[in-house]
């Protein structure tokens, strides 16, 4: 390998480990409760997700008073990097968004998401709460 192959290999290892190592982080931060306002037509409601961890899997189970649904199980929740997804195929319902980061890389803020239901988009933020506020 010449040196311009290696400085590349090197460049793209550490690359990749920042972005594991903030991936790594992102997922220990998303753990617990996070909470926002879902606003669908006229009608504002409370939303939460709780994250856990399930052996080296994250799970999530949602609540909102205002849809009468206090710890359903999701169907799935994949974490890709700092991208979320949770789906719940029961209620036709699929909620993505991005962990906005603290500037030192170590703490999510809060979560930017959007709610997807029946056709219909609402977006949503979660700020992380100690327990569901309702």
């Known amino acids: 390998m010449g040196l311009f192959s290696n400085l590349r290999l090197a460049a793209f290892c550490l690359a990749f480990g920042s972005l594991s190592q903030a991936a790594e982080v992102?997922?220990?931060n998303l753990l617990g409760s996070w909470e926002g306002p879902l606003v669908i037509g006229r009608e504002n409601v409370n939303l939460a997700f709780t994250f856990t961890l399930e052996g080296e899997k994250i799970s999530a189970?949602?609540?909102?008073?205002?849809?009468?649904?206090y710890g359903m199980p999701a169907d799935s929740v994949?974490?890709?990097?700092?991208r979320l997804s949770i789906r719940i195929p029961r209620l036709d319902l699929e909620f993505t968004g991005?962990?906005?980061?603290?500037?030192?890389?170590?703490l999510v803020l809060r979560i930017d998401g959007d709610w997807f239901q029946?056709?219909?988009?609402?977006?949503?933020?979660?700020?992380?709460?100690?327990?569901?506020?309702f």
């Open 26 to 28: 992102a997922n220990e």
């Open 61 to 69: 189970s949602m609540t909102s008073s205002g849809l009468g649904i």
């Open 78 to 82: 994949t974490v890709d990097g700092r």
């Open 98 to 106: 991005v962990m906005r980061m603290a500037e030192s890389g170590n």
């Open 118 to 133: 029946y056709s219909e988009m609402v977006p949503v933020v979660l700020l992380p709460v100690e327990k569901p506020s």
